[in-house]
């Protein structure tokens, strides 16, 4: 009977840790590239304001673009984040887009 009850435990062992390795770490990374993503978008957006207020009379928004395209790739090579150029652009274009949306409204 001892031996029939390990054995039951043992199978539901084995089916738990199954499961987790199966959706659980799939998830567990999902959820880190997500939070990662998030604080990209952040500092992509503080930078962006940052840009905007240090330069508001001085300097095109070709200047002020690259300034920020600078400095967020300072930030993510120090944070080991690897993101394309076209990738970093089309976030910092998004963050414009949201700031002016937000002074006009």
């Not at 508001?56 to 070709?62: P, T, W, Y």
């Not at 673009?65 to 790739?73: D, S």
Request: charged fraction near 25%; hydrophobic fraction near 55%; proline fraction near 1%.
């Amino acid at each position: 009977m001892d031996n029939i009850l390990l054995k039951v435990i043992e199978l539901v062992v084995i089916i738990a840790v199954t499961l987790i390795m199966r959706y659980g770490i799939p998830l567990l990374k999902t959820w880190a590239e997500e939070m990662k993503l998030t604080g990209v978008m952040k500092w992509v957006a503080k930078a962006v304001e940052a840009a905007e207020q240090m330069n508001k009379e001085a300097g095109s928004s070709a200047e002020k673009k690259a300034i920020v395209t600078e400095f967020l790739k300072e930030i993510l090579a120090a944070k080991n984040i690897s993101i394309s150029d076209a990738q970093l652009e089309t976030l910092i274009e998004a963050a414009v887009f949201a700031m002016n949306n937000s002074k006009g409204a």
